[in-house]
C-alpha cells in the first residue's frame, strides 16, 4: 500500500483576534506553509476544517473562499464538518485522498473563531452538537462534562483536587508555547477558588474557546522529501458511539505504542475528558491517569485546556505540534526521545473520536 | 447579530419528543431510543415500533449549571440531571422546581414547563423537564 506523509505544517497563535476574520486566519495560517515549506509543491485538494463558521460567522463554503483567496481556484475543496473532532476528519480525508492517488498534496486548514460574541452565544453554537431535543431543552455541552466528571469521581473515589494537576501542567507547558493562547502558571488554590461552571467543575476544568487557524500539508511518498524529517501518517482509527456517563464507557480506541518514545496530543475539553482518554487508549491506568503524568509525553503544546480550544481547527493544531516536535522544531517544551506521534481528537463530549499514529 | 429565533415548524415537528417523552423500541433487539426514528441505533434495524415512555425515572445524580446559554438566561442557575428511566434508557435533561441539587436516588417525573421565548416576536416554546416527587424509592 501507498504511504502518506505530512511534509509541512503552520499555525496561528490561539487567541482573541478581533483584527482578523475566518478568512484572515486562514490566510495567515496559509501564509506559515508557505514560509516553512521551501518547495512547495502544487496542490491538488484543500480540505477545510471548519465547526462553527455557519451558525457563528454566518459563513458557508469556506473552502471555496480560503482556495479562491489564495490562488487555488480550480483545485477540488470542500469544508468538513464534525463538531470539534472536524480536524480529525479533514486530516482523514486528506490520507484518504492521497493513499488513494486521488491528490498527491492536499492542504489541510483548519479554522474557527468564537471571539466575535458573548459566550453565551458560543456556548449555543458548541450546544448544537448535542442532539436535538438536548439542545432545545437548553441544556449546555458543559453539564455533559459536569456528569462524567461526577460519575468519574464516585468509580474511582477520588475527588475535586484530584483533576488539578491536568490544569497545573497544562499552563506550565503552555507557559514556553509560543502559539498557546493561556501563558501563564496556575497552582492549587487558584483552580480551587476559581468560579464554579457547573458543579463540580470549575473554570480550570473547561478548556477555553479561541480563534485560530492550523495549516496541515499532507502528500505522498513522491513528497516526502519536502519535509527534511519525513513523517509518515502511519493509521488512523476511528471509534463512534453513544457513550454511558454513569458506566464512563466511551467510544475511544486503544493506542499500541511506547509511551516512552511517543509524543502526544489529546482532547482535554474538560479535565476529566483527559482523565477518560488516557485511561481508555490504554496509556494509564484507570482511576490514576492524572497522578501519572510525569511517565507520559502528553500536551506539550499545553492541550486544549491552556493552548486553547479553536473548535474545528483544534485536530489540525494537534496534529501540526505532533509533527512539529517529531522534525525537533517544536518552539515549545520538547520531547526529545520522541520517534513517534499519537493524536486523539474528539468532539465534546466524547461520542466520536479519530486516533492518528504518525512516525519519523 | 445572533438572536434566539423559535421556528413553529420546527417545535410542532419535535411535539412528540419535546412534549411526550416519545421513543422507539427495536422489535429485534429490544433497544430503546428516546426518540422517533425509523431505525434502532443499536443494530441498525427498521423493525421498530414507537412507543410513550411513562417519564418516570431515578436520578443518578444532577449538576448546578452556571454557564448560560442565549435564549436560557432566566432558568439560570439551572439544574441538570442524569436520569435512568424506568424504562431502561439513561438520558441527561434539565430539572425543574428544584434551588439545590436533589439527592441522588431521587425518583423525577418529567413535566410541562416553559423552555425558551423567541427574542423577536415572543413565541413561546415548551418542552419537558424533570421534576422530583420523592427522595428515593
Given at each position: 500500500m501507498s504511504k502518506v506523509y505530512v511534509t509541512g505544517a503552520s499555525m496561528v497563535p490561539v487567541n482573541r483576534h478581533y483584527d482578523m476574520s475566518l478568512l484572515d486566519l486562514a490566510n495567515s495560517s496559509l501564509m506559515g506553509i508557505r514560509k516553512t515549506v521551501e518547495d512547495l509543491p502544487e496542490i491538488d485538494a484543500v480540505v477545510v476544517s471548519n465547526a462553527y463558521g455557519q451558525k457563528l460567522?454566518?459563513?458557508?463554503m469556506l473552502s471555496y473562499k480560503i482556495s479562491r483567496r489564495a490562488g487555488l481556484s480550480g483545485k477540488v475543496s470542500m469544508t468538513v464538518e464534525q463538531g470539534d473532532a472536524s480536524g480529525g476528519a479533514s486530516i482523514f480525508t486528506a490520507y484518504s485522498l492521497v493513499k488513494s492517488g486521488v491528490a498527491k498534496n492536499v492542504l489541510v486548514i483548519g479554522v474557527d473563531k468564537f471571539s466575535d460574541f458573548p459566550s453565551k452565544f458560543v456556548n449555543d453554537a458548541v450546544s448544537s452538537t448535542l442532539d436535538e431535543i438536548s439542545y432545545q431543552e437548553g441544556v449546555t455541552t458543559s453539564s455533559y462534562g459536569a456528569l462524567m466528571m461526577k460519575s468519574y469521581m464516585r468509580k474511582y473515589n477520588v475527588s475535586e483536587d484530584y483533576f488539578y494537576d491536568w490544569a497545573i501542567r497544562m499552563h506550565s507547558n503552555a507557559v514556553e508555547n509560543p502559539y498557546a493562547y493561556l501563558r501563564f502558571p496556575v497552582d492549587r488554590e487558584v483552580i480551587a477558588k476559581s468560579q464554579e461552571v457547573s458543579t463540580p467543575m470549575r473554570l480550570f476544568d473547561i478548556a477555553p474557546r479561541a480563534d485560530g487557524a492550523s495549516a496541515l500539508l499532507v502528500s505522498s511518498e513522491d513528497y516526502s522529501k519536502i519535509s527534511e524529517v519525513p513523517v509518515e501518517i502511519d493509521s488512523i482509527d476511528f471509534s463512534s458511539g453513544e457513550p454511558s456517563i454513569s458506566s464512563l464507557e466511551f467510544p475511544i480506541k486503544r493506542a499500541n505504542v511506547n509511551p516512552d518514545r511517543t509524543v502526544i496530543e489529546i482532547s482535554d475539553t474538560f479535565s476529566v475528558s483527559a482523565a477518560i482518554e488516557l485511561e481508555a487508549m490504554g496509556l494509564a491506568e484507570r482511576g490514576k491517569s492524572i497522578k501519572s503524568l510525569d511517565q507520559l509525553n502528553v500536551?506539550?503544546?499545553?492541550?486544549?485546556?491552556?493552548?486553547g480550544y479553536p473548535g474545528g481547527a483544534t485536530g489540525v493544531y494537534q496534529a501540526a505540534e505532533v509533527y512539529i516536535q517529531l522534525i525537533g522544531e517544536f518552539p515549545g517544551r520538547k520531547a526529545k526521545e520522541a520517534e513517534e506521534g499519537l493524536v486523539l481528537n474528539t468532539d465534546d463530549v466524547l461520542r466520536t473520536s479519530f486516533l492518528f499514529h504518525f512516525k519519523r | 447579530m445572533i438572536t434566539v429565533r423559535i421556528s413553529p415548524p420546527q417545535v410542532w415537528r419535535a411535539k412528540q419528543s419535546l412534549y411526550k417523552l416519545a421513543a422507539t423500541k427495536c422489535n429485534r433487539c429490544g433497544n430503546i431510543d428516546v426518540y422517533s426514528s425509523a431505525?434502532?441505533?443499536?443494530?441498525?434495524?427498521?423493525?421498530v415500533s414507537s412507543i410513550n415512555l411513562s417519564g418516570n425515572g431515578t436520578l443518578i445524580f444532577s449538576t448546578k449549571n452556571f454557564q448560560q446559554r442565549a435564549g436560557y438566561?432566566?432558568?439560570?442557575?439551572q439544574f441538570v440531571g442524569l436520569i435512568k428511566l424506568d424504562e431502561g434508557p439513561e438520558i441527561v435533561a434539565p430539572l425543574t422546581d428544584v434551588d439545590e441539587e436533589p439527592k441522588e436516588g431521587s425518583r423525577v417525573t418529567a413535566v410541562l414547563r416553559k423552555l425558551t421565548v423567541d427574542s423577536s416576536n415572543g413565541l413561546i416554546e415548551y418542552g419537558l423537564k424533570f421534576k422530583v416527587i420523592s427522595d428515593g424509592p
Open positions: 460567522e454566518s459563513q458557508s500536551n506539550y503544546s499545553g492541550g486544549l485546556k491552556a493552548r | 431505525f434502532c441505533s443499536k443494530c441498525g434495524s427498521n423493525e438566561e432566566k432558568s439560570m442557575p
